[in-house]
C-alpha cells in the first residue's frame, strides 16, 4: 500500500486546513478513506447509531499530485483509522505553506506524515514533519464503513446564511433541547423550538429548490406541503459551529420525520451531516 499526495495552491491548501478542523469539532476519531479519485473520512462505531454522521469527501483535484496504491488491483483502496484533532493541528499552522504534503508512512508503525514547507522571510523553506499515527483497517473490516446511503428526501431547500442560522440555533439551544425543522418546495423554511413557557419561531422564504432534475425527492407532492423533522439542538449547534467550510452551494434535505441532512459544498469538496430524528 502506498500513498503520497501534495498541495501546492494556496487557496487548497487553507481549504484543506477548514475541512481538518470541521472534522475535528464534528467527530474524534474518523476513517480515512483513500480511494483512486479523492479523500473520504467518515465515521467509526456502528451504522445504527443515533448521533449525528459526518462524510466528507475531498476530490483528487484539488492535489497537485495525488498517488496511491491500494491493496491489490481488486480492491484499490486503503482504510485508515485516525484521530482527527492529530490532523487537524498539524495542519492549522499550514494557512502561508508553500506546500503541504500527506503520506503513508512507517515509523515503527503505520503514520500518516504531514509535512508542511513554510517560507521564512529571508526567502528559505523550513519543513515541519507530523507523524500522525493510524491504524490499517483490514479487507474484512472495510464494509463496517461504507459511504453513506443518501435516502430519497421528501424536500430539499437551499439554506439561508449559515452565520445567521448559527445564531439563531445559538439562541434557540438556550431556550429548549429539541428543534423542529420544516421546508417545502417553495423555498420555504422554518425553525422553531417549545417549552412549556416560551414559543419561538423563525421564517425563510424564497430560498429556492434545487432543479428537479438534480434532485432525489419525492414527487407529487403540494409544493406548500411543509416536511418536518424533531432533531436534538446540540447536534445541529454542533454542526454549525464546527463547519469552518465557506461553501459555494448549502443544501438542506429532509425525510419527514426521520433525517435532516446538510449538505455543504466548496470547489472540490463536499461535506455532509446526518442528524436522526427524535
Not at 22 to 29: F, G, R
Not at 154 to 167: A, E, Q
Request: glycine content about 4%.
Amino acid at each position: 500500500m502506498k500513498f503520497r499526495a501534495k498541495i501546492i495552491n494556496k487557496g487548497f491548501v487553507e481549504l484543506f486546513i477548514q475541512v481538518s478542523v470541521t472534522i475535528a469539532k464534528l467527530t474524534k476519531v474518523c476513517v480515512l478513506r483513500v480511494c483512486q479519485d479523492k479523500l473520504c473520512f467518515g465515521p467509526t462505531g456502528p451504522r445504527a447509531t443515533r448521533e449525528a454522521r459526518l462524510w466528507c469527501e475531498v476530490s483528487r483535484g484539488a492535489f497537485y499530485q495525488f498517488n496511491m496504491e491500494g491493496v491489490s488491483e481488486e480492491l484499490n483502496e486503503i482504510y485508515l483509522e485516525l484521530t482527527s484533532e492529530h490532523l487537524s493541528r498539524a495542519v492549522r499552522n499550514a494557512g502561508n505553506a508553500a506546500s503541504l504534503k500527506l503520506q503513508l508512512t512507517n515509523k515503527r508503525r503505520p503514520c500518516l506524515t504531514v509535512a508542511v514547507e513554510l517560507a521564512s522571510r529571508t526567502g528559505h523553506t523550513h519543513l515541519m514533519v507530523h507523524d500522525l499515527p493510524v491504524r490499517v483497517l483490514p479487507r474484512r473490516w472495510w464494509k463496517e464503513y461504507p459511504e453513506p446511503n443518501v435516502q430519497v428526501s421528501d424536500v430539499s431547500v437551499y439554506l439561508p446564511g449559515l452565520r445567521t442560522l448559527k445564531s439563531i440555533v445559538e439562541r434557540m439551544a438556550n431556550m429548549g433541547e429539541n428543534v423542529l425543522v420544516e421546508a417545502n418546495l417553495n423555498g420555504k423554511m422554518n425553525l422553531s423550538v417549545e417549552t412549556d413557557v416560551v414559543s419561538i419561531k423563525t421564517y425563510f422564504k424564497n430560498l429556492g429548490n434545487p432543479p428537479k432534475s438534480a434532485l432525489s425527492v419525492t414527487q407529487d407532492r403540494d409544493p406548500e406541503s411543509m416536511v418536518q423533522v424533531w432533531v436534538e439542538n446540540r447536534k445541529l449547534l454542533q454542526f454549525f459551529e464546527g463547519q469552518q467550510i465557506n461553501p459555494t452551494m448549502t443544501l438542506c434535505n429532509i425525510l419527514s420525520n426521520t433525517l435532516l441532512h446538510l449538505v455543504l459544498v466548496h470547489e472540490d469538496v463536499s461535506l455532509q451531516y446526518f442528524i436522526p430524528a427524535l
